[in-house]
């Protein structure tokens, strides 16, 4: 079955130290991969997506991710991070035959130590 | 204004009670979704549309309807509220056509629902 997974429900870092968020799917076509942020309060808002093409790809906030297929991971990383990227962040995955329905991770919830 | 708009934002209902979540959005976007949030479960579709006359059942869609009364607007109901259908509910978007452009949703800020 389709699945994307989160390891990490929590991370705590300290402001202006490096990010790693991780996740992992399992997929049977070619995925497509997302990044989204929730903050606190708040709908969910698009940091970055993987189509095709260069495997690592830039996103809002200073946001990047690597896709890689081999790994069959799309890991989040921010070289340092800011009080306000304290949020909760989803990876999803979709592809053209779901007709782009996204399959979503639980979300891992980032806590910024000051 | 928010170009995805949810009524209520905070909803307290007991058990049995009919509930309508609204949504609506001035983004000209064909496709409206709606999802279900629990804590550690990620975002779980329910209902999809991708247009007037075309409405798809989700994941979990037992015990919701939906109905799209325009393409701005996009309604769920509870017919029979019961208590684990407390949940944060989000309304989505996204452009119908290209594939750089679907995947991309664009959401509301959520109703939070709470049946007693």
């Known amino acids: 079955a389709q699945s994307v997974t989160q390891p990490d429900i929590h991370i705590t870092v300290s402001e202006g130290a490096s990010l790693e968020l991780r996740c992992n799917y399992s997929?049977?076509?070619?995925?497509?991969l997302f990044w989204y942020v929730q903050s606190p309060g708040q709908g969910l808002q698009l940091l970055l997506k993987?189509?095709?093409?260069d495997t690592l790809v830039q996103g809002i906030k200073g946001f990047e991710a690597e896709f890689k297929r081999s790994q069959s991971s799309f890991n989040l990383r921010k070289p340092s991070v800011h009080w306000s990227d304290a949020a909760e962040y989803f990876c999803?995955?979709?592809?053209?035959?779901?007709?782009?329905?996204?399959?979503w991770g639980a979300g891992t919830k980032l806590i910024i130590k000051p | 204004d928010a170009d995805v708009t949810q009524t209520p934002r905070n909803r307290i209902t007991k058990t049995g009670k009919r509930i309508m979540l609204e949504c609506s959005q001035t983004?000209?976007?064909?496709?409206m979704y709606w999802y279900r949030q629990d804590p550690g479960l990620g975002l779980r579709l329910i209902y999809y549309?991708?247009?007037?006359?075309?409405?798809n059942k989700g994941e979990i869609s037992d015990g919701y309807s939906v109905s799209r009364q325009a393409q701005a607007k996009f309604s769920l109901s509870l017919e029979s509220a019961i208590p684990n259908q407390t949940a944060l509910y989000f309304c989505?978007?996204?452009?119908?056509?290209?594939?750089?452009?679907?995947?991309?949703?664009?959401f509301g800020e959520g109703s939070r629902l709470t049946v007693l």
């Open positions: 983004k000209g976007h064909d496709r």
């Open positions: 999803a995955v979709g592809d053209e035959d779901s007709n782009y329905q996204l399959i």
């Open positions: 549309s991708f247009d007037v006359k075309d409405i």
């Open positions: 997929y049977g076509a070619t995925p497509y």
């Open positions: 993987y189509f095709s093409g």
């Open positions: 989505a978007t996204s452009e119908g056509q290209g594939a750089q452009n679907t995947g991309e949703l664009f």
